[in-house]
């Protein structure tokens, strides 16, 4: 089963722009962590935000986390064209199975040059 | 190499034959994962391994998926009978932290499985 959602399902947007895509989950976690795929290719660790934390930035990239609402949310800004994959959500349950990462569905980015 | 391998990247394969797929992790990564993904969804754990153990195989669909890890590194995926449903990516995927915490996961290219 997928605990992670992700929304939108799919983003189109031009290159310069800034892309948000969002993600809930259902269980309280230890961290959440955002995945980048591109087309045909394996996954890509982006960043991980632990529990405690509210917000964290790793250079174009700015993820939120609200555990009180059970969501997340990515944002990219200032977009290129390379920046077009699938993003994912990952998380892993606290008190349970917290070596097993549960991932979303999937936001599919476009970015337009 | 300095990435995980998987192999083979592509397999057809006919419905009711035994396919294997290998996965070579890190070296030094104590943690190793299997997923499946289809076209459009995000990857499904199947099972866990901490160093040579199996700790978790819940996310087997059934009895006909069997996994190994036997020295500890590299790691066998293993489908009997293969059914056109098994047509799937499978990802392995490798990690230097043990059960204590869940940290970055480091994802090979995936096995492509084609069940005619």
């Known amino acids: 089963s997928q605990q992670g959602e992700e929304d939108p399902q799919a983003l189109s947007i031009q290159e310069g722009e800034n892309a948000t895509m969002n993600c809930s989950y259902k269980?309280?976690?230890?961290?959440l962590q955002w995945y980048r795929q591109n087309s045909g290719r394996g996954l890509v660790h982006l960043i991980l935000?632990?529990?405690?934390?509210r917000e964290k930035h790793s250079g174009r990239l700015r993820v939120t986390l609200d555990t009180s609402k059970k969501s997340s949310s990515l944002l990219i800004t200032a977009s290129r064209a390379a920046d077009t994959a699938s993003y994912f959500c990952?998380?892993?349950?606290?008190?349970?199975?917290?070596?097993?990462?549960?991932f979303g569905k999937g936001t599919l980015l476009t970015v337009n040059p | 190499g300095a990435g995980v391998s998987q192999s083979p990247r592509y397999k057809v394969t006919k419905r009711g034959q035994d396919v294997a797929l290998r996965c070579d992790p890190i070296?030094?990564?104590?943690?190793l994962y299997w997923y499946r993904q289809a076209l459009g969804q995000g990857p499904e754990f199947l099972t866990y391994?901490?160093?040579?153990?199996?700790?978790?195989k819940s996310g087997l669909p059934n009895d006909r998926f069997s996994a190994e890890r036997p020295e500890g590194s590299i790691s066998t995926l293993t489908i009997q009978r293969t059914e056109q449903r098994d047509s799937a990516m499978y990802r392995c995927?490798?990690?230097?932290?043990?059960?204590?915490?869940?940290?970055?996961?480091?994802f090979g290219e995936g096995s492509r499985l084609t069940v005619l």
């Open positions: 995927a490798s990690s230097f932290r043990n059960r204590a915490n869940t940290g970055e996961l480091f």
């Open positions: 269980t309280s976690i230890n961290n």
């Open positions: 935000i632990r529990s405690n934390e």
């Open positions: 990952a998380t892993d349950e606290s008190g349970g199975s917290n070596y097993k990462l549960t």
């Open positions: 070296s030094g990564h104590v943690s």
């Open positions: 391994f901490n160093y040579e153990a199996q700790q978790d």
